[in-house]
């Protein structure tokens, strides 16, 4: 996975996100010097495996959304945040998720099956002429809408 540290939609790297987790968990009161105990404690508070925090505040990320969605759940924090901290979204990504922009234009079944990767000539063909019909059917029956996006 790409990670990149520039602002906007550059995502951040496995370094970044440990320095992240280190400054929310000495926020939260855990003391993570040597001998310190917090990281034994966030353990045990977490639920998460000693290797997977020993693994993620070295700077090895973890992709898994369970083990993220339950460090976000023990550091009371979104989901999204915790995702864009660990570099899986940039914040325009996640930006994107939280509000789409509307299409100005209805997608073509064309288009439709572009998005969709359906490239193989048979099923493309047999997706376009059912979205046709579809369309031309609802024409019928009053509505004023193609498909959306």
Do not use: C
């Not at 105990?37 to 353990?43: D, L, S, W, Y």
């Amino acid at each position: 996975m790409e990670h990149r540290s520039v602002r906007g939609s550059e995502r951040t790297s496995p370094e970044q996100f440990a320095a992240w987790l280190r400054k929310q968990l000495e926020r939260r009161g855990y003391d993570l010097r040597p001998r310190g105990g917090g990281q034994t404690r966030f353990i045990k508070d977490s639920g998460l495996s000693a290797g997977t925090v020993s693994r993620m505040l070295s700077g090895q990320t973890t992709t898994e959304t369970r083990t993220l969605q339950q460090l976000a759940d023990a550091l009371d924090l979104p989901l999204g945040e915790v995702l864009v901290a660990a570099g899986i979204l940039s914040a325009g990504e996640l930006e994107n998720v939280r509000s789409p922009q509307p299409r100005h234009t209805p997608m073509t079944p064309e288009q439709a099956a572009d998005e969709l990767g359906i490239v193989d000539p048979h099923k493309r063909e047999l997706f376009i002429n059912m979205t046709e019909t579809l369309q031309r059917q609802r024409a019928t029956n009053g509505g004023t809408h193609t498909a959306e996006n």
